[in-house]
């Protein structure tokens, strides 16, 4: 039996400069939420924080899909090349 690969996704946010941008207002306060093991269970967390800040027009929340970071079939990006 082949084990699946592992999927981690990030959720985290905080409060924006603007609401139609993603940039945040002050990186040292952001909110890590955590690392969930698949994409079900990081929504299910994302959605919570989410809802809980839904008055809140400056505060968002993301989910970042850390496998894709390293995936072991794509070439290396210049900055692992460079050992970085």
């Given at each position: 039996?082949?084990?699946?690969?592992?999927?981690?996704?990030?959720v985290f946010?905080?409060?924006?400069?603007?609401?139609s941008r993603?940039?945040?207002?002050?990186?040292?306060?952001?909110?890590?939420?955590?690392?969930?093991?698949?994409?079900?269970?990081?929504?299910?967390?994302?959605?919570?924080?989410?809802?809980?800040?839904?008055?809140?027009?400056?505060?968002?929340?993301?989910?970042?899909?850390?496998?894709?970071?390293?995936?072991?079939?794509?070439?290396?990006?210049?900055?692992?090349?460079?050992?970085?």
């Amino acid at each position: 039996m082949t084990k699946a690969p592992q999927r981690l996704h990030l959720v985290f946010g905080g409060e924006l400069v603007d609401p139609s941008r993603s940039e945040f207002k002050d990186v040292n306060k952001i909110h890590i939420v955590g690392i969930y093991p698949n994409y079900a269970s990081a929504h299910s967390a994302w959605k919570g924080e989410a809802q809980r800040t839904v008055d809140d027009a400056h505060t968002r929340y993301f989910i970042a899909h850390l496998h894709r970071l390293r995936d072991e079939e794509s070439p290396a990006s210049s900055t692992e090349e460079l050992g970085a």
